[in-house]
């Protein structure tokens, strides 16, 4: 006989492996820092350091994008975990390979900060562009597993998870987006990526604004008492 999901026993502890979670998140913000100590240290013989650090100024904005990036996900990321009840094997593929993902961040950020202009600068765009997509595809499909594979807790916000579902759905078409416009100008899509960046530091209120002004849910469709 089969036992209710509530009393199935799970496969890892959801506190496991947002400590692992934690861990790798913290690793990736880390390494990226290497790059800037870096590029800071190799001054050319005769050029004096305010000259130096001007020289390479994309560096430094590649840190900070590559730094908002992974903290934007580690937000995103327990806005999701921190509803969940147990974790099952596909949960934790998914949550893995996004993990994977966030481990990767520093490649395409040491790529951004070495062709943030120039000749190669669409190309090192276009591969952290596609590095926005497939962290906005893994949080929509780790939502949807969560809903489809019934881990929430008791007291869980389904209603919560399927609002961050739309919107990581959102996330993704406007990442193709993007993309398309940064085929024709790379400020155009530099400007919609960093509208992104702004939504998604808040996941539950763009979630619910969403809902409310796009779709015509939230508070309309749940009145208050």
Not at 47 to 67: P, Q, S
């Amino acid at each position: 006989m089969t036992q209710p999901s509530s009393t199935r026993k799970p496969m890892l502890s959801p506190e496991r492996f947002k400590a692992l979670a934690d861990g790798v998140f913290s690793i990736a913000l880390t390494l990226l820092i290497i790059d800037v100590v870096t590029t800071a240290k190799e001054i050319d013989p005769g050029m004096t350091l305010a000259g130096h650090l001007l020289e390479h100024w994309g560096t430094g904005v590649a840190y900070l994008v590559g730094f908002l990036t992974i903290f934007v996900c580690w937000v995103n990321h327990h806005a999701v975990l921190d509803q969940v009840e147990r974790l099952d094997r596909t949960l934790i593929w998914v949550g893995g390979l996004q993990l994977g993902l966030v481990s990767a961040v520093p490649l395409p950020t040491a790529l951004l900060a070495d062709h943030f202009t120039g000749p190669s600068s669409q190309t090192a765009f276009f591969l952290y562009g596609v590095t926005f997509f497939l962290m906005a595809s893994s949080f929509w499909v780790l939502s949807r597993t969560v809903l489809r594979c019934d881990l929430l807790r008791a007291d869980g916000d389904r209603e919560g998870i399927a609002r961050l579902e739309r919107a990581y759905l959102i996330a993704v078409v406007w990442n193709v987006l993007c993309m398309i416009a940064l085929h024709f100008n790379v400020t155009a899509a530099l400007v919609m990526w960093t509208l992104m960046f702004g939504v998604f530091a808040f996941p539950a209120e763009f979630a619910q604004l969403v809902d409310e002004r796009v779709l015509g849910r939230g508070r309309a469709s749940s009145p208050r008492a």
